[in-house]
């Protein structure tokens, strides 16, 4: 005989039956800015942060009101892990104010930047800053913000093809999101017993502002990376945003532990 599932606490059984809230670092813009709206075009409500650029995090809280949603934006550097207690306590207050919760539902960790350069020209100063913000931000984040994160929820941390293939330049970079993805791993592990399931979504090369928008303005880089992707493009923001988005949505809360490339099939 079959037990009854609660889906707050089953990830088997998609998505809870009450309202739905996302918290998306970096939501301002580029891959944040389309996960975000995507999740609100599927129901769910938003906190979104933001580094600087608050009027696009107002922007897009206004786009999410249009489809419906109730969203709040709020300040974060993910750099500065001493900030992370004050930033609970402030989610804790939009929480209340915005929702009359006190926790929410589905964590992305997206925020980041790109430093790149060859080995022998990397910096310390490059490499601490990319640990801080893609290692030790989304590591201590994500610890600070478990017990508001409910019973059943997920977390979808943003990773990078350049764990799979290589890119020369970008061994930094790469190196602290393969960490993550092995974080993920752990996450995944340690809060099963929560009901949370814990995955990365490893992006391919994508037109956005990323790395001084590199891929977006420079036609011919375009087109080499094209070439040696199965689906003949690079990426744009919404196809990573989208993916983020199913992976949150139903019928994949049995997935967990996992890196799924969002890539075109880049360099196979």
Known sequence: ????????????????????????????????????????????????????HPEEAEAVVAEAEALGRTARALRLDTGRVEDFPAFADALRDALKQGWDRDTFDYLVNNAGHAAGGPIAATTVEDFDGLVNVHLRGVYFLTQTLLPLLTDGGRIVTLSSGLTRFVGPGFSAYAAVKGAVEVFTRYL?????????????????????????????????????IGAATALGRVGLPDDIGGAVAALLGEGTGWITGQRIEVSGGQQL
């Open 1 to 52: 005989m079959s037990t009854p599932t609660d889906s707050r606490t089953d990830p088997a059984a998609g998505a809870p039956s009450r309202g739905r809230i996302a918290l998306v670092t970096g939501g301002n813009r580029g891959i944040g800015r389309s996960s975000a709206l995507r999740l609100a075009a599927d129901g769910v409500d938003l906190i979104l942060t933001y580094r600087s």
């Open 188 to 224: 995944a592990v340690e809060l099963g017993p929560r009901g949370i399931s814990a995955n990365t979504v490893a992006a391919g090369a994508v037109a956005s502002d990323f790395a001084g928008g590199l891929v977006r303005d420079d036609a011919e880089f375009q087109a080499r």
